[in-house]
């Protein structure tokens, strides 16, 4: 497999990478016990690199509205209607382990539509995968709907920018072939 089995374009050793990211993605990786394949991959391009992760941890470590595992359903959504493996499969294990459901994401990224899930959870996947197949048909009336969900205006501006980031990272796994690290697959399924 040698240099694709991460990335059509190769990749970097977390011991390669510029001091800033190995100290920022050694902290993932210490956490995790291993260095996720998205972060090799955009690591030959560092400034984009830093970039996505500020964007990210802004929209995904944020403790305000939406919870950990209300942003992971979003990105399994989403990424399951962009067909999106890698990000299908490392976000789907940590939906699992936030949701403490080892069956939620398989659910939310085969079939997002039918998935039975809460009345805020469902407002938050139609909104969801709205924006990412087709943003320009979204209106007032599907706003009302989130907010008669429960949404506040804040958390329905993190579902279409959540939505719009992954957007952006399921292109980039596309585009790079990117594999997912096998680590992923038994996360959040067995216990710890």
Do not use: Q
């Not at 958390?155 to 399921?170: K, M, Q």
């Amino acid at each position: 497999m040698g240099d694709h089995a991460v990335s059509r374009f190769g990749h970097v050793e977390l011991e390669d990478m510029p001091e800033d990211l190995r100290e920022r993605i050694g902290a993932i990786a210490e956490k995790s016990g291993f260095v996720p394949n998205v972060f090799r991959a955009l690591a030959k391009r560092p400034r984009e690199l830093r970039a996505f992760l500020d964007y990210h941890d802004a929209l995904m470590d944020s403790d305000d509205g939406l919870s950990k595992a209300e942003r992971e359903l979003i990105v399994v959504a989403t990424s399951g209607a962009n067909h999106c493996t890698y990000c299908v499969v490392a976000h789907g294990a940590i939906l699992r382990i936030r949701a403490k459901d080892p069956e939620i994401a398989d659910r939310v990224a085969t079939n997002p539509y039918a998935v039975e899930l809460s009345r805020r959870e469902r407002a938050i996947v139609d909104l969801a995968l709205l924006i990412a197949t087709d943003s320009a048909a979204l209106t007032d009336a599907e706003l009302d709907d989130a907010r008669a969900a429960g949404l506040t205006d804040d958390e329905i501006w993190d579902v279409g920018a959540i939505t719009a980031l992954f957007a952006l990272s399921n292109r980039m796994a596309h585009l790079t072939a990117l594999r997912p690290n096998p680590e992923f697959f038994l996360m959040g399924r067995l216990p710890r």
